[in-house]
């Protein structure tokens, strides 16, 4: 059974443009949530998509924003990066959503100078 | 706001030398504890879901346990493969919210 693939691996942006992120979850799963890993916050929830609509949503500013497809592939967006959106950004999914097991992708590593 | 506290932050142990993890929460009425493994460069690995207190669960030389404000991962006789960050999170609001680690490293 293939994992949770998130593209691109690794990006370099420099402030002020934006990115978006991929997710595709394992088959089935309809459930995607973001998370951003920083050495300083820790993991911090973005947003969880469930069958195309978001269902809850972290402490992050508007310029953070995402969807989800109707075969449950989810990206994200980042406008007017900032050098503090420099992360590693998570994907999950899961069948139900985040109150069960969650399988996680290996992560985008995104730099901003 | 629901708060989620790992201590301590970092653990160094031989291998062999038992020991645990402290995971506290604030949120009363939780809905699930979760523990995660996480190792350098790769996304977290689900180990354990724990919903009430007195649960506890086992797998190979951990054991996760649950009381009313607190959660403890216990590591019996560890391996060096057993060296990783251990992440607790709950997720009574639907949004996962996670402590900030435990970065265990065993030495053979």
């Known amino acids: 059974k293939a994992g949770v693939t998130q593209t691109p691996r690794y990006l370099i942006k420099t402030r002020g443009q934006q990115v978006t992120l991929s997710c595709s979850p394992i088959s089935g799963h309809r459930s995607v949530s973001w998370y951003q890993q920083t050495p300083g916050q820790g993991l911090q929830f973005l947003f969880e998509?469930?069958?195309?609509?978001?269902?809850n949503k972290g402490n992050f500013p508007g310029r953070f924003s995402g969807r989800q497809f109707s075969n449950s592939r989810s990206e994200m967006n980042v406008s007017t990066l900032e050098l503090g959106d420099s992360a590693l950004y998570l994907c999950a999914s899961s069948p139900l959503g985040v109150t069960g097991e969650l399988f996680f992708g290996e992560g985008s590593r995104l730099t901003v100078l | 706001e629901d708060q989620v506290t790992q201590s301590p932050e970092a653990l160094r142990l031989q291998e062999g030398e038992s020991s645990s993890l402290n995971c506290s929460y604030t949120v009363s009425g939780l809905r699930g504890l979760f523990w995660y493994r996480q190792d350098p460069g790769k996304g977290p690995e689900f180990l354990f879901t724990l919903y009430s207190a007195g649960e506890e669960k086992e797998k190979e030389r951990l054991k996760a346990t649950l009381t009313k404000k607190e959660s403890f991962l216990h590591i019996t006789a560890p391996k060096p493969e057993d060296s990783a960050t251990y992440l607790c999170a709950e997720s009574n609001t639907g949004k996962l919210i996670f402590g900030q680690g435990t970065t265990l490293q065993v030495k053979p």
């Open positions: 998509y469930f069958s195309e609509t978001q269902r």
